[in-house]
């Protein structure tokens, strides 16, 4: 059963950074595209950022530019490096596959932004 463990959130001052985690579990993290998504008190899920197999990082636009996605095939690990943080940023952050069919999902990691 693929797990997500998702971790390195917190409180932060608007401009301030931060860099989450996500341990995937199984080969499906070899075998897949990755993402973060996130969502917002309220509102839907949406997706964030992608880092493929191989090929192009994607990213929302709004994050074009402040984010930056990464993955070590070794630690089976992902990462979202955030910077210059806005309070719309605050949400639950999620990893998982890209996309994310039927997998179910970690508990998240809370970012919250504010001063």
């Known amino acids: 059963q693929v797990q997500f463990v998702e971790s390195g959130g917190g409180l932060v001052q608007p401009g301030g950074s931060l860099r989450l985690s996500c341990k995937a579990s199984?080969?499906?993290?070899?075998?897949?595209?990755m993402g973060w998504y996130r969502q917002a008190p309220g509102k839907e899920r949406e997706w964030v950022a992608t880092i493929p197999r191989f090929g192009d990082l994607a990213y929302l636009h709004t994050m074009k530019g402040r984010f930056i996605i990464s993955r070590d095939f070794d630690k089976s690990t992902i990462y979202l490096q955030m910077n210059s943080l806005k309070p719309e940023d605050t949400a639950l952050y999620y990893c998982?596959?890209?996309?994310?069919?039927?997998?179910?999902w970690g508990r998240g990691t809370q970012v919250t932004v504010s001063s």
């Open positions: 199984g080969s499906i993290f070899r075998n897949n595209a």
């Open positions: 998982n596959t890209v996309p994310y069919g039927s997998n179910a």
